[in-house]
């Protein structure tokens, strides 16, 4: 897979979910920021110990393009917050081939409350035809306070 930090060069890296789509082959991602300690390879590999962090705190974009139109019949996301208790919010939209508009598919809201409640698993089975774009944007805190977007794993297939 191809990614982009948006607005600079494109990047190769590798090592997809066993059983996923291949995104390595299959599309580019795009992204608003990266933590260099944590970058968005980390969220595409079955390693439970790594995730995606961003750079900055506040709302960010993860955008996977794909190079053909490709079905998607399941979304997979892990989020996990050791550190900050809050309340997080998630968009999913995808953009049809073809299409110009995105399409809202989920939005969900989750409080993190650590030591108990560290992660959120979503999984949605959907029957999406000819997806040329999927993008997930985070919001990591509602309430307004500072907070860094994070990401331990998505897989499509």
Known sequence: MRKKIINTEKQEYGAAIPGGLNLESLAQVEITSEDEKHPIEAAFTSDENTQWKAAEPGEQTIRI?????????????LFREEDQERMQEFLIRWLPANEKAYRDLVRQ??????????TEAEEYNVELEAVKALELTIIPERSGRSAYASLAQLQLS
């Open 65 to 77: 393009l794909f190079d053909e139109p490709q079905k998607v019949r399941k979304i997979q996301l």
């Open 109 to 118: 809201q989750y409080n993190f409350s650590p030591p108990h409640t560290t």
